[in-house]
């Protein structure tokens, strides 16, 4: 087996991800998944994104995103805290966004092709993978015969 070929190492970035506390959640598969974003941006910005995120997700329905994407913040919406980790959802939902700016994000491609992404949030060590417009999180074997990603 060959080794990867580190792409990034100890980048900065903010990072938003879905939260999901419990196993009912009405967020997809292919939502949940880590967004990667400038570093630069201002905690307002990142607010923003994870609105508009929020809102086009399918936890909402579209005339409800409408509605709050024409407003700033939304009625029933966790209030945006400040700083390095913002939190974004509805009250009282175990579903919500959160952000992390973090300054070990690492990006590594193997001989297949397959990119293993790394950072460390508030919590642990995150480690997600991307092959072929695929995400999947955790520790996930490559099938060589059949060139897909799937759970070990």
Same mark, same amino acid.
């Given at each position: 087996?060959?080794?990867?070929?580190?792409?990034?190492?100890?980048?900065?970035?903010?990072?938003?991800?879905?939260?999901?506390?419990?196993?009912?959640?009405?967020?997809?598969?292919?939502? %949940?998944?880590?967004?990667? *974003?400038? !570093?630069?941006?201002?905690?307002? #910005?990142?607010?923003? +994104?994870?609105?508009?995120?929020?809102?086009?997700?399918?936890?909402?329905?579209?005339?409800?995103?409408?509605?709050?994407?024409?407003?700033?913040?939304?009625?029933?919406?966790?209030?945006? %805290?400040?700083?390095?980790? *913002?939190? !974004?959802?509805?009250?009282?939902? #175990?579903?919500?966004? +959160?952000?992390?700016?973090?300054?070990?994000?690492?990006?590594?491609?193997?001989?297949?092709?397959?990119?293993?992404?790394?950072?460390?949030?508030?919590?642990?060590?995150?480690?997600?993978?991307?092959?072929?417009?695929?995400?999947?999180?955790?520790?996930?074997?490559?099938?060589?015969?059949?060139?897909?990603?799937?759970?070990?």
């Amino acid at each position: 087996m060959a080794a990867s070929t580190v792409i990034l190492r100890n980048r900065a970035a903010w990072i938003v991800e879905w939260c999901v506390q419990g196993g009912n959640s009405a967020i997809e598969k292919f939502e %949940s998944r880590p967004y990667i *974003l400038p !570093y630069r941006w201002k905690a307002e #910005r990142i607010v923003d +994104f994870m609105r508009c995120l929020y809102l086009n997700s399918s936890l909402v329905t579209p005339s409800e995103a409408v509605i709050g994407l024409n407003k700033r913040q939304p009625e029933g919406m966790l209030p945006p %805290s400040n700083g390095q980790s *913002l939190i !974004y959802g509805e009250c009282g939902n #175990r579903t919500f966004l +959160f952000s992390n700016r973090v300054k070990d994000l690492n990006i590594e491609r193997d001989e297949y092709g397959r990119f293993a992404v790394t950072w460390t949030n508030h919590f642990s060590k995150q480690r997600w993978f991307w092959k072929e417009g695929h995400w999947i999180q955790g520790y996930e074997k490559f099938k060589t015969g059949t060139q897909h990603l799937s759970a070990s």
